[in-house]
């Protein structure tokens, strides 16, 4: 798979905080994304984490969506040394996602991915900087974090709540009955509602707990000694 080489990797923090502002003004978050036949999930994970540099290994799965069965899977992993930094973290992943969307032979209908959409009026995060290299349809994914009311969320799948702060664009998505929920982000050529439905049929109803956290995580599934618990929630009921 091509990407677009929009920019380099090797900036400073103002060059970064520039070219942002800058690809911000290229960014939808509208339109339809019409029910894919292949899908990408990309997942990432962090090592060596410190102020300075990071080593992050990027791993992008390609599914059939009617069937669910895996076409291809790609690794790569990259070491930074962008600094860490708030609303800038897409400048440490973006490298080792590149090397992986460089090694695809197929180009899917969508991306989901680890990280955010739109964050601010001149920001956005990791799942939009995707989109735009790609100029696939994109939706970002992430745990909700204890800043989101989700009090009045309902507890059925499909349940969701409009996000109304830092100008950010996302909705918490309840993804299975029960339990914990998703926020949601149309990153990239795509519209709110549409995001929603890629991502819960990505997740469709029946999901089991543990198959609901390879599908969040899939690196979790290939360690089958350190099983992970999902924490459920209480229904509306408090059962």
């Known amino acids: 798979m091509k990407t677009h080489n929009l920019h380099s990797w090797n900036i400073t923090l103002e060059n970064a905080v520039a070219i942002q502002k800058n690809l ?13 036949d292949m899908v990408g999930r ?4 962090s090592n060596d984490e410190s102020a300075h540099s990071a080593t992050v290994q990027a791993r992008i799965t390609i599914t059939a969506f009617r069937t669910r069965t895996l076409l291809e899977r790609k690794v790569a992993i990259k ?6 930094q708030p609303g800038l973290y897409s400048f440490r992943k973006m490298p080792a996602i590149i090397a992986a969307l460089n090694k695809l032979n197929r180009i899917p209908d969508v991306f989901i991915c680890d990280g955010r959409g739109v964050t601010g009026v001149d920001s956005f995060g990791v799942a939009s900087h995707v989109g735009l290299v790609t100029s696939v349809p ?23 709540l409009q996000v109304h702060e830092d ?3 996302a909705a ?34 029946g999901t089991s707990y543990r198959e609901y956290l390879q599908a969040l995580y899939p690196e979790a599934g290939h360690n089958n000694k350190t099983p992970v618990q999902l924490r459920l929630v209480k229904s509306a009921t408090g059962q």
């Open 79 to 84: 070491t930074t040394q962008f600094p860490r």
């Open 138 to 160: 994109t939706v970002g994914i992430r745990p909700v974090r204890l800043k989101h009311d989700t009090s009045t969320l309902g507890a059925e799948r499909g349940s969701f």
């Open 42 to 45: 990309i997942s990432l994970i």
């Open 172 to 205: 918490v998505v309840r993804v299975l009955d029960n339990a914990d929920p998703l926020l949601v982000s149309p990153a990239h050529r795509i519209g709110m509602q549409d995001a929603i439905q890629r991502v819960l049929e990505h997740i469709p109803a």
């Open 167 to 169: 100008q950010q664009i």
């Open 24 to 36: 911000r003004a290229w960014i939808v978050t509208e339109g339809q994304c019409n029910q894919p």
